[in-house]
Structure formats: structure tokens, C-alpha cells
T-cell receptor, first 112, second 114 residues
Framework: GQQLNQSPQSMFIQEGEDVSMNCTSS?????WLWYKQDPGEGPVLLIA?????ELTSNGRLTAQFGITRKDSFLNISASIPSDVGIYFC????????????FGTGTRLTVIP | DAGVIQSPRHEVTEMGQEVTLRCKPI?????LFWYRQTMMRGLELLIY????????DSGMPEDRFSAKMPNASFSTLKIQPSEPRDSAVYFC????????????FGDGTRLSIL
């Protein structure tokens, strides 16, 4: 299967700080997605990116689809305690039987 | 709007027992996916359906696993007989047409096989 390398694996930050995480792949994807998973819940879609170079914001979140289509990053500005959770990147193809591949996740801890 | 609904949320049973997990996708979503999440392997796709028809089950680990989708609003994932190594969180997700739209996940079923 496709390999998505997500970094960092974990982050401990102070409330109010900005956060940056990224995802790289050896393969080209048509879509990049960022999900957040809270304990005991399913992944929730945060941002979807459909075009190389696209920069999209959702509140304090900003994500970009890399020009090479092999990478993406997610930034969170002015972190707050409820940002705590695990963030997953996912690369998606529009063809192929198994079309959604997840990164290994970034566990974010925000210290009040 | 209601999201993907899974039941039960938690299941604890002894090895050898049959386990049935249930999923109701979002209305209008033609695609339904079953995933398994473990610490070691992360999120793995088990099987997915399009318009109630199984398209790819290559991720189903063994013959002990089976999935059905009798209609557009209901799917089951069954494990028989269950084994301790099946312990994981099982997620159902759905997406609208056309193929390749973002998937929306349920809250999962946490399965523990003793």
C-alpha cells in the first residue's frame, strides 16, 4: 500500500502557540485530507484539498496541497486546549479499489 | 444532519463468540467503508461497498470476517469466531458520489475479545 509519513509524531505546546505538521508520500494523490480524532470518537474531517498548490483555511486551521502532489501541511494558529487530539493526514485517489491512505497521526497536547 | 451511526459503541465478549457490528451511513452516500484501527497498524480499510455491492474486500483479514449491506441504510460486519487479536476499534465511513469524495466517519465500535 501507499506510505504516508506524517511528522511530528507528537507535540507538546503551550496554549496560544502556533502548530505545524506535515505529511509526505512517495506517491501522487488527487486529494489531500486532514482529519482530527478525539479520544473515543471517529476521525472528523477538517479540511479537504483538491488542487496542487491549493491553500485552504478553516478558522484557525490552514492547510496546503503541495505542488508536487506528494505532500501537505496543516497549521493551527493560536492553539487552544480543545485542539488536543490526534491529527491524521490522508491521501486520496479517484481511481483504484483502496483509495484512501492515512498517515500515522500527530498527537497534539496543548498545555493551558 | 445525522452523521454515520455505529452500534454498539463498545463490545466485550469471549473468544469464540460471534460479533456483529452495525452501521447506518449518511443518507445519500453511495459508498460505505469498514475500517479497523489499532495502535500497531493505524487505520486499515477492510472492505467497501458501492450501492450496496461489495467492491473490494481485499483488506478483510480472514474468512472469519464477513460484511453485508442488505440496503442503502444498513451494513453489518461480522466476526465468527472471534479471537483476541481482533480487538480493535472498528469504524464505518461513508461518502457521496462520485467516487473519491471525502469520507465521513462514525464514532466507532471498540471491540475487546477476551
Amino acid at each position: 500500500g501507499q506510505q504516508l509519513n506524517q511528522s511530528p509524531q507528537s507535540m507538546f505546546i503551550q496554549e496560544g502557540e502556533d502548530v505545524s505538521m506535515n505529511c509526505t508520500s512517495s506517491s501522487i494523490f488527487n486529494t489531500w485530507l486532514w482529519y482530527k480524532q478525539d479520544p473515543g470518537e471517529g476521525p472528523v474531517l477538517l479540511i479537504a484539498l483538491y488542487k496542487a498548490g491549493e491553500l485552504t483555511s478553516n478558522g484557525r486551521l490552514t492547510a496546503q496541497f503541495g505542488i508536487t502532489r506528494k505532500d501537505s501541511f496543516l497549521n493551527i494558529s493560536a492553539s487552544i486546549p480543545s485542539d488536543v487530539g490526534i491529527y491524521f493526514c490522508a491521501g486520496q485517489l479517484v481511481t483504484g479499489a483502496n483509495n484512501l491512505f492515512f498517515g500515522t497521526g500527530t498527537r497534539l497536547t496543548v498545555i493551558p | 444532519d445525522a452523521g454515520v451511526i455505529q452500534s454498539p459503541r463498545h463490545e466485550v465478549t469471549e473468544m469464540g463468540q460471534e460479533v456483529t457490528l452495525r452501521c447506518k451511513p449518511i443518507s445519500g452516500h453511495d459508498y460505505l467503508f469498514w475500517y479497523r484501527q489499532t495502535m500497531m497498524r493505524g487505520l486499515e480499510l477492510l472492505i467497501y461497498f458501492n450501492n450496496n455491492v461489495p467492491i473490494d474486500d481485499s483488506g478483510m483479514p480472514e474468512d472469519r470476517f464477513s460484511a453485508k449491506m442488505p440496503n442503502a441504510s444498513f451494513s453489518t460486519l461480522k466476526i465468527q469466531p472471534s479471537e483476541p487479536r481482533d480487538s480493535a476499534v472498528y469504524f464505518c465511513a461513508s461518502s457521496p458520489p462520485p467516487f473519491g469524495q471525502p469520507q465521513h466517519f462514525g464514532d466507532g465500535t471498540r471491540l475487546s475479545i477476551l
